[in-house]
């Protein structure tokens, strides 16, 4: 259940129908040392924050109020840097203001326009809370910002070949498919449309195979559900009966097809493993398998003990219980964004964090931790297995 941050963050964005959803950056932070504190601002949904389309040219400032969730107001400013960085970024929050700083990364703004002048803010730093406004909204932060506009069909990324591969999927479904399906049709998508995929780094096929499986999801989630939430209910329980499967089935998807997607740049790359080993904890993979860890002979430093999680500001610790035998633990992850402070404590833990590489902008310069990339850790372990 979400908190009364995350229940109201939920109702202000149902209520006015817009809200812009971002993961905050080291660079919004400050943490890079390159610019004053500010949130960057997505040119693509630029008319709902600004009158000034981001054209080249002059600076163009829009002065903006804020509600935050603890009751401040700012008088902001959104400014179009037209002359040279061709970039929006949203500043002027005065003193002492608690959501954008160094502890701040990797939690979720919600900035919710009223109207062009007047917004509503939240700033989420608990999963749960991000995982339930994400599953509300319909909406997953993969890229920078994820963009909520009811009654609106946001444009497929997906070229035509992607997207009618796509279509012919969901339309012979008489059924909502398990998350493998949706995952093994998402690959045979990407394979036979996408020259070269499956000779790309394992960060990007990582990447791609995440956001394209998001896209058919929710082709399939149109088509299902909208027939049931269309229909006159006989009862508020029978719609918040509904409502609540939507939600349940739009949270535990993002998992499942993670999982599934690691275990294909895995065995892309010829690494054996055992997912779901029943060991202490039952940890997501065990590299390279669950009988050379039962192995008291089999040497303790060829072994992997690897979590598998979207997100992981809080749910990091979990892995520390899993597969005692191995001390050093590895966490896979798309999560944009962990602070400093939270980086030191896994590093005292004795946690290797693994991020795709094009999300490694969005961590700290200055981290305790040297991140992994996906290919990164896939060399790792076949330079340990064949050692």
Same mark, same amino acid.
């Given at each position: 259940?979400?908190?009364?941050?995350?229940?109201?963050?939920?109702?202000?964005?149902? #209520?006015?129908?817009?809200?812009?959803?971002?993961?905050?950056?080291?660079?919004?932070?400050?943490?890079?040392?390159?610019?004053?504190?500010?949130?960057?601002?997505?040119?693509?949904?630029?008319?709902?924050?600004?009158?000034?389309?981001?054209?080249?040219?002059?600076?163009?400032?829009?002065?903006?109020?804020?509600?935050?969730?603890?009751?401040?107001?700012?008088?902001?400013?959104?400014?179009?840097?037209?002359?040279?960085?061709?970039?929006?970024?949203?500043?002027?929050?005065?003193?002492?203001?608690?959501?954008?700083?160094?502890?701040?990364?990797?939690?979720?703004?919600?900035?919710?326009?009223?109207?062009?002048?007047?917004?509503?803010?939240?700033?989420?730093?608990?999963?749960?809370?991000?995982?339930?406004?994400?599953?509300?909204?319909?909406?997953?932060?993969?890229?920078?910002?994820?963009?909520?506009?009811?009654?609106?069909?946001?444009? #497929?990324?997906?070229?035509?070949?992607?997207?009618?591969?796509?279509?012919?999927?969901?339309?012979?479904?008489?059924?909502?498919?398990?998350?493998?399906?949706?995952?093994?049709?998402?690959?045979?998508?990407?394979?036979?449309?996408?020259?070269?995929?499956?000779?790309?780094?394992?960060?990007?096929?990582?990447?791609?195979?995440?956001?394209?499986?998001?896209?058919?999801?929710?082709?399939?989630?149109?088509?299902?559900?909208?027939?049931?939430?269309?229909?006159?209910?006989?009862?508020?329980? #029978?719609?918040?009966?509904?409502?609540?499967?939507?939600?349940?089935?739009?949270?535990?998807?993002?998992?499942?097809?993670?999982?599934?997607?690691?275990?294909?740049?895995?065995?892309?790359?010829?690494?054996?493993?055992?997912?779901?080993?029943?060991?202490?904890?039952?940890?997501?993979?065990?590299?390279?398998?669950?009988?050379?860890?039962? !192995?008291?002979?089999?040497?303790? !430093?060829?072994?992997?003990?690897?979590?598998?999680?979207?997100?992981?500001?809080?749910?990091?610790?979990?892995?520390?219980?899993?597969?005692?035998?191995?001390?050093?633990?590895?966490?896979?992850?798309?999560?944009?964004?962990?602070?400093?402070?939270?980086?030191? #404590?896994?590093?005292?833990?004795?946690?290797?964090?693994?991020?795709?590489?094009?999300?490694?902008?969005?961590?700290?310069?200055?981290?305790?931790?040297?991140?992994?990339?996906?290919?990164?850790?896939?060399?790792?372990?076949?330079?340990?297995?064949?050692?």
């Amino acid at each position: 259940m979400a908190s009364p941050y995350g229940e109201q963050a939920i109702i202000d964005s149902l #209520e006015h129908g817009r809200a812009l959803l971002k993961f905050i950056s080291p660079n919004d932070a400050g943490a890079t040392g390159a610019h004053q504190c500010g949130f960057y601002m997505p040119r693509g949904a630029w008319e709902m924050f600004t009158p000034h389309p981001p054209e080249r040219g002059d600076n163009q400032k829009h002065d903006v109020e804020i509600f935050w969730q603890d009751g401040r107001t700012t008088d902001s400013v959104v400014t179009w840097y037209g002359r040279a960085k061709s970039e929006y970024r949203l500043t002027r929050f005065g003193r002492n203001f608690p959501f954008l700083n160094a502890d701040a990364v990797g939690n979720l703004l919600v900035l919710i326009p009223v109207t062009l002048t007047d917004f509503r803010a939240y700033v989420l730093d608990l999963e749960q809370d991000i995982d339930e406004l994400q599953a509300a909204l319909g909406v997953e932060v993969i890229d920078a910002w994820g963009v909520y506009e009811f009654g609106r069909e946001h444009a #497929e990324t997906e070229d035509e070949c992607i997207s009618r591969h796509f279509r012919d999927f969901a339309a012979i479904l008489d059924g909502f498919p398990t998350g493998a399906a949706f995952s093994a049709k998402t690959r045979e998508a990407l394979i036979d449309c996408i020259a070269q995929f499956t000779s790309q780094s394992a960060d990007r096929k990582l990447m791609t195979a995440v956001e394209a499986e998001y896209a058919l999801f929710r082709l399939v989630e149109r088509r299902f559900c909208e027939p049931q939430i269309c229909q006159l209910f006989a009862s508020v329980d #029978e719609f918040l009966k509904t409502a609540a499967s939507i939600m349940n089935r739009r949270k535990s998807r993002a998992g499942r097809s993670f999982e599934n997607h690691v275990a294909f740049v895995l065995e892309d790359a010829g690494i054996p493993f055992t997912s779901q080993p029943k060991i202490d904890g039952k940890p997501d993979l065990v590299i390279p398998s669950v009988e050379a860890y039962h !192995d008291s002979t089999y040497p303790v !430093d060829r072994l992997f003990i690897v979590g598998l999680k979207t997100t992981c500001k809080d749910r990091w610790r979990q892995v520390l219980n899993e597969g005692r035998r191995v001390p050093r633990k590895h966490l896979m992850t798309m999560q944009r964004g962990i602070s400093t402070n939270q980086l030191g #404590e896994m590093v005292a833990a004795n946690v290797s964090l693994i991020v795709p590489q094009g999300l490694h902008r969005e961590y700290p310069d200055r981290s305790p931790m040297d991140l992994m990339a996906v290919d990164g850790f896939i060399d790792t372990v076949q330079k340990t297995l064949d050692g």
